[in-house]
Nanobody, 120 residues
Framework: VQLQASGGGLVQAGGSLRLSCAAS????????MAWYRQAPGKHRELVAR???????TYADSVKGRFTISRDNAKNTVDLQMNGLEPEDTAIYYC???????????????WGQGTQVTVSS
């Protein structure tokens, strides 16, 4: 099982980006999915989380600007980021807190990270 993130890049302040993450491999279930970010010199922080039934949670700093969504049939999670600010510059990581494979082995997984840079 692996999580593969994509969609980062360089954008001007006020612009938009869409991040995507796909879980692949011999998996049978994916629980909560989330996006975290880590800026230079800072701890990794939760940006947004979505449960398997679509309940969402956002960091206060991104509420109203970012939208998380998922496709359970494809095991994907997206993060639409609008109104980007220089403070959003970070490496963004997708995460699932519990992915189970066909051997009923379950654990958390992280994607490899994708860089988002917002210029002022």
């Amino acid at each position: 099982v692996q999580l593969q993130a994509s969609g980062g890049g360089l954008v001007q302040a006020g612009g938009s980006l869409r991040l995507s993450c796909a879980a692949s491999g011999s998996l049978i279930s994916v629980n909560n999915m989330a996006w975290y970010r880590q800026a230079p010199g800072k701890h990794r922080e939760l940006v947004a989380r979505i449960t398997s039934v679509g309940v969402t949670t956002y960091a206060d700093s991104v509420k109203g600007r970012f939208t998380i969504s998922r496709d359970n049939a494809k095991n994907t999670v997206d993060l639409q980021m609008n109104g980007l600010e220089p403070e959003d510059t970070a490496i963004y990581y997708c995460n699932s807190d519990r992915v189970c494979n066909y051997r009923n082995y379950c654990r958390a997984y992280w994607g490899q990270g994708t860089q988002v840079t917002v210029s002022s």
